[in-house]
């Protein structure tokens, strides 16, 4: 045990109390008074009255100096020094086994350490390499640009002495000298500073900083490396004639762009003022019709508008061959004029079956309010053969589910099914308000018993999915769980977006 730096379990185990829980806690007065007895301060006589009121009777002893300190131990129970100094040993192994632990961590901590300082003198070595080889290549490059420079100037004064001693020579304008440069066309190559930098290039003189930073500073890229050695007047001739190609091409892009534009739109509004495009936009179709087709859509088309109704043999075509061009627009002027000929039809002949099949084709085109002002018409005396009477409550019914008045249209429901409690099509409406009303498990048994009486799974399966798609947040959800309890491989659709 290192005496000089001793910790409480290390006192409380001299004394072999460790297993008292109040001797090893830092700040209890029983390990304060141990603390004393260990470093042989003498104890007080409160301190000696604490230890006999814990029944340390031979701890006691040894503070008060009745006790040597081998007499204590001998005195001591063989059990308890025998489990102090088992415990104590393992103590130490522990300890032991965390100092090796801390010391590995240590070490580990350090070679990281020293690795991630090595790692950090590398990257600052190739720092400082690839500052020096930049450093070094910027100076070898800057060398190479005076050396050009110089070569520059010398190449213009020899081609301006040359001008001048030339038999057939005339003082330059600086209009001339900008057409050197390939600059005319620039209002500033013939005004002052710039035609002063121009004159001075084209002698072959040493241009002033402040000329070059104007050139930097204006934008005059091409002149600017010229002027400090960049290039040679060739490579700035041949980027001159680099940039006036890539400049007519550029402008020929954009004159063909736009005449194409300008072709396309010329094409839009001819079509779009061509009657036959007009006509099929009215009616939602907007894709080109193939040659064969055209002739017969167009007939159907002009015939709609003419408020006559799709011959029978066309409306087959619409839906077979010409399938695509049944748009919703076509589909709901086809029911409308339909509805207005059943109308009609059941003034002439006052007919019932007119005005259920009327009421039909008025709700395919959204128009139940016509429905319901036609079905008012009938005069219930007409409705006497139960079979009639309960297909027009029936359809009342249904007119009444699409104007959101769902309980009135329930007791016309409930009504048709007593008149023909055979008919599937009351169960169908039936089963469809109450779903459509929150009443999921008596809609269910409605479409149940609609399809003992003959409905197709099928329709009704097309009936639920249109209710699902136009059904709020909260009902979807609810009708989702229901189904899905019903019948989860039938009902599986409903977490199915592309299916429903």
């Given amino acids: 045990m290192e005496s000089h730096h001793p910790t409480r379990y290390d006192i409380a185990s001299h004394f072999y109390v460790s297993h008292i829980n109040g001797a090893v806690i830092p700040g209890t007065r029983l390990s304060k008074v141990l603390e004393s007895m260990f470093h042989r301060r003498p104890l007080t006589a409160l301190s000696l009255k604490y230890l006999q009121e814990l029944n340390l009777t031979r701890l006691h002893q040894l503070a008060s100096g009745q006790l040597t300190y081998e007499a204590f131990i001998e005195g001591l129970d063989p059990e308890l020094v025998t489990r102090e100094r088992a415990a104590d040993a393992q103590r130490q192994a522990l300890e032991k086994e965390r100092r090796a632990e801390a010391d590995r961590w240590a070490q580990e901590a350090e070679r990281k350490r020293n690795a991630i300082k090595a790692a950090r003198a590398a990257r600052e070595a190739d720092r400082i390499a690839e500052d020096a080889e930049r450093k070094a290549k910027d100076e070898a490059r800057l060398a190479q640009w005076i050396e050009q420079d110089k070569q ?53 003189h040493v241009l002033s900083p402040a000329y070059i930073n104007y050139l930097r500073v204006k934008g005059f890229t091409l002149l600017y490396k010229l002027a400090t050695g960049q290039i040679t007047y060739e490579s700035y001739i041949s980027s001159i004639h680099a940039a006036e190609a890539t400049e007519k091409t550029r402008i020929a892009q954009l004159k063909a762009r736009r005449l194409q ?128 009477h309960s297909a027009m409550l029936t359809t009342h019914g249904g007119v009444l589910r699409d104007l959101k008045q769902r309980k009135e249209g329930l007791q016309f429901g409930r009504k048709a099914h007593e008149l023909q409690p055979k008919n599937f099509r009351p169960c169908t409406l039936l089963g469809a308000l109450n779903i459509e009303l929150g009443n999921f498990s008596e809609g269910h048994d409605w479409y149940a018993k609609a399809e003992k009486l003959g409905a197709s799974k099928q329709s009704i399966d097309t009936e639920l999915k249109s209710i699902f798609r136009r059904a709020d947040k909260t009902l979807r959800e609810t009708m989702r769980t229901s189904l899905l309890a019903i019948d989860p491989v039938r009902y599986r659709w409903v977490d199915d977006k592309s299916r429903v």
């Avoid at 001048?164 to 013939?190: F, G, K, Q, R």
């Avoid at 207005?340 to 084709?361: D, K, L, M, Q």
Wanted: hydrophobic content about 35%.
């Fill in 261 to 388: 534009r300008e072709t396309v739109e010329a094409a839009r509004i001819a079509r779009e003022r061509d009657p036959a495009y007009i006509l099929r936009k009215k009616y939602g179709i907007v894709e080109n019709s193939e040659q064969p087709l055209v002739l017969r859509l167009m007939n159907v088309l002009q015939h709609v508008e003419a408020d006559n109704r799709i011959a029978e043999r066309d409306f087959v075509w619409l839906n077979a061959e010409g399938k695509r061009y049944l748009t919703k627009e076509l589909r709901e002027a086809y029911h409308y004029r339909e509805a207005e000929f059943c109308a009609s039809e059941y003034i002439r002949t006052r007919a019932p079956w007119n005005v259920i099949n009327a009421s039909g084709h008025y709700r395919k085109c959204k128009q139940p309010e016509s429905a319901q002002e036609l079905i008012r018409q009938v005069p219930t005396k007409s409705l006497k053969h139960p079979k009639i």
């Fill in 152 to 204: 520059n100037r010398v190449a213009a004064e020899a081609f301006h002495e040359a001008r001048i001693h030339d038999p057939d020579y005339s003082p330059l304008t600086p209009h001339d000298i900008a057409c050197h440069y390939h600059i005319d066309n620039h209002p500033s190559a013939v005004r002052s500073p710039f035609s002063n930098i121009l004159w001075a290039l084209y002698q072959g």
